[in-house]
């Protein structure tokens, strides 16, 4: 058998303990285990085997469940070794921590306080499902699951692999999270006095079939959520920041975004962030062939809200993401915002954007500089050649304004009949500079657009 960590001195419970001889599901004989050991402080220690069950596995204060290393099974349904709980439900949830009120004996079994799960793949066998791999969440607005730590697993084939409704004090760290339908990782609103606080995401990877309407980590709501080293392959949105609620204090690090259509979105509805702090981000959003698709983008900001304050993003620090390369396409930009009426309010409010690496066109209507993309030429001088009427000079290279929201230029010295206008030529935004009658020597205006500085 593979060598793990173990827990000194901790009794060992092994769920073969509780299994009758003609049983095809393991589900009462683990629950069984995962219950003694709830009260006596044991591990529940898994073999390398699969284990099948049919229902949810409810999980307490100090569960710990511990396998060898993460059981592998191909596609053909071959097991190889390792440890696996393959869950044969298509909806329900197959492993749930739930917090509930506090009253008598039951005060710390029910509050789901310093658990740990690791070395083992927990997956759905139902290839149609709504099902939900692993559950956090509370019926007692006072506490949620608190104090663990979810290491060295894999969970696969479910709809939703892990969602999150309250959780406090909780790591996940070395996961993989695979072939969902749906969501990867769903932090999700429950109540909006629920605690979602401080949960902690290390060295994650995931990777699913592409298809529309699939997000690799969703944030519905939550504050002081910390993220680094997540890598995520193949979903329409790779990591979707769209709180429901007020939601503050995230920050995300060491980010790898690849073949998504969306890498990373923004849609705040029902309330605001504030406090964002992403950094070190690659982002790679090829076409996919097959699918109609209008616009990819690595940073997409969707405006929804009017107010000021709800659906926006504010005060936020992004920094140190790129494009992983340069696509030359009309359909794929560094940035781009999805406004529904140019009437709404700036949907980044008080942000700060620092090296960027911009290869690919932006879409926005606001100050491009100000995005730390140090190639918009706010001012400068352009010669007329003698006996031309027009010049045209790029002031944004490979970025792209709205055709309705170009901004204006001024230019010197005032000629009469000599106009300026800010256009779009080929991939690049310039300004063109046209007079009524030709000189025979060549003229210099200086320009300057306000909206870019």
């Known amino acids: 058998m593979t060598t793990v960590p173990t827990y000194e001195g901790l009794p060992v419970i092994r769920p073969e303990s509780f299994l009758s001889s003609s049983a095809n599901d393991d589900t009462a004989a683990l629950q069984q285990a995962i219950d003694t050991a709830a009260n006596t402080g044991a591990i529940v220690q898994l073999s390398e085997r699969i284990y099948t069950i049919s229902s949810t596995l409810t999980l307490y204060s100090a569960t710990v469940i511990q396998g060898s290393i993460p059981g592998y099974q191909n596609g053909n349904g071959s097991y190889f070794t390792g440890s696996m709980i393959k869950y044969t439900g298509s909806s329900g949830v197959a492993m749930r921590f739930l917090c509930q009120s506090n009253q008598g004996d039951t005060q710390l079994k029910n509050n789901a306080f310093r658990f740990r799960l690791s070395y083992f793949f927990l997956k ?4 149609s499902n709504s099902a939900t791999g692993l559950m956090f969440e509370t019926n007692d607005n006072a506490t949620a699951p608190r104090q663990g730590i979810v290491e060295f ?6 709809n939703t692999n892990i969602r999150i409704k309250a959780i406090s004090y909780v790591t996940f760290r070395d996961i993989v999270v695979n072939d969902f339908t749906s969501v990867g990782i769903h932090i999700a609103k429950a109540s909006s006095s629920n605690y979602l606080e401080f949960a902690y995401f290390d060295k994650v990877n995931m990777n699913t ?8 980590i969703l944030i519905e709501s939550g504050n002081n959520l910390y993220f680094d080293g997540i890598d995520v392959n193949d979903c329409e949105k790779g990591i979707a920041f769209s ?18 259509v969306k890498c990373l979105y923004f849609c705040p509805s029902g309330g605001y962030m504030t406090r964002l702090s992403i950094s070190d981000v690659s982002m790679y959003y090829p076409t996919w062939s097959g699918f109609s698709i209008a616009q990819y983008a690595g940073l997409w900001f969707e405006q929804k809200a009017q107010t ?6 504010a005060e936020s620090v992004f920094s140190g993401i790129f494009d992983a390369t340069g696509y030359g396409s009309s359909s794929q930009y560094f940035l781009y915002v999805n406004r529904s009426s140019t009437s709404r309010t700036d949907v980044i409010t008080r942000c700060t954007f620092k090296d960027m690496r911009v290869l690919n066109p932006v879409s926005y209507n606001r100050a491009p500089r100000k995005f730390g993309m140090l190639n918009a030429t706010p001012f400068g001088s352009v010669s007329l050649p003698a006996n031309q009427t027009s010049v045209t000079t790029t002031i944004l290279d490979r970025q792209i304004l709205p055709s309705s929201l170009l901004p204006s230029v001024i230019i010197s010295p005032a000629v009469v009949g000599a106009t300026a206008s800010v256009i779009h030529s080929g991939t690049a935004t ?6 009524t009658s030709t000189s025979s020597s060549a003229r210099t205006f200086n ?3 306000p909206f870019l500085d």
């Open 124 to 127: 759905c066998s139902a290839s």
């Open 153 to 158: 697993v894999k969970i696969a084939g479910f």
């Open 209 to 216: 079939t592409k298809r529309l309407g699939t997000t690799g």
């Open 243 to 260: 709180p429901t609620i007020d939601s503050y204090n995230h920050f995300l690090k060491n980010v790898n975004l690849t073949r998504c």
């Open 308 to 313: 000021t304050e709800m659906g926006n993003i």
């Open 430 to 435: 310039s300004v063109k500079i046209q007079v």
């Open 447 to 449: 320009f300057f657009v």
